[in-house]
């Protein structure tokens, strides 16, 4: 739900050609005044998806606040290993990651730099919903992405300073989006709180809706894709190169491989991997 912008930056040494998008590789650049061959964010079906998007998460993750117990919640900050370990991954492991697969596929700076900001965002809502499919401790996911989310505030913007040398002149750092990280962890922390608290008072009334959220995720699949392939479609070519596109199929699962592998050393039960 965040996102990252840039001012306009002098792009005289980047781009010595006036063909459009064929950017001269160079050891450091500014981000170009970079405007999307479309409208991008402006049309009617934009501000649908986005209204989709917050209606469903709010349901979504009331659901899933509902699988809460605060006894088991209190006992992952009494008890914080699967906590620590998912920290490590999110903010060790995959900026790690992110930087080191930019240098080996060779990917310009832009792109580079779009990987890296990936890399040095904090876990989101969906890696909730996929603890859920597959029977994960709902508890310690919700925690850490709560915990994940707090943290960035000053974990994202030290990350962006000491991975962005020599990929961008500027001060990378500042265009960390503060509001909606926090954004992000408010509609977190309410909805699911609301859950808890339906969960603690109408533990009847909380599997009814826990179901329910699932149905109106599985409903809702269709027409957000619908909206997203609308929004973008084909022109996402225009956006990312085939590097660009396999790092990014490459990275998460490199994540999860090694948050995996992490968690089994420190003898953490499947149920406890870290997804975010």
Known sequence: MAKITAS?????????????????????????????????????????????????????????????????????????????IAVVCQYGIMPLTAFALGKLFQLDSIEALAILICGCCPGGNLSNVFSLASKGDMNLSIVMTACSTLLALGLMPLLLYLYSKGLYQGHLETKVPYKGIVISLVMTLIPCALGVFLNEKKPQCARILVKAGMIVLLLSSAPIIALSV???????????????????????????????????????????????
């Open 8 to 84: 306009p930056a002098d792009t005289s040494d980047t781009y010595d050609t006036p063909e459009y998008g064929k950017p001269i590789p160079s050891a450091n650049v500014s981000l170009p005044n970079f405007t999307f061959p479309f409208a991008f964010g402006q049309r009617a079906t934009d501000h649908a998806l986005n209204g989709v998007l917050i209606v469903v998460l709010i349901i979504v993750m009331i659901s899933l606040g509902c699988t809460m117990e605060i006894s088991k919640i209190k006992a992952n900050f009494w008890k914080p290993k699967g906590v620590v």
């Open 230 to 276: 609308i929004n973008v479609g084909s022109r996402i070519l225009t956006i990312f190169s085939p590097h660009l596109l396999g790092t990014s199929a490459l990275m998460p699962f490199i994540g999860f491989s090694l948050g995996y592998i992490l968690s089994a050393f420190f003898n953490l039960s499947d149920q406890y991997v870290p997804l975010n």
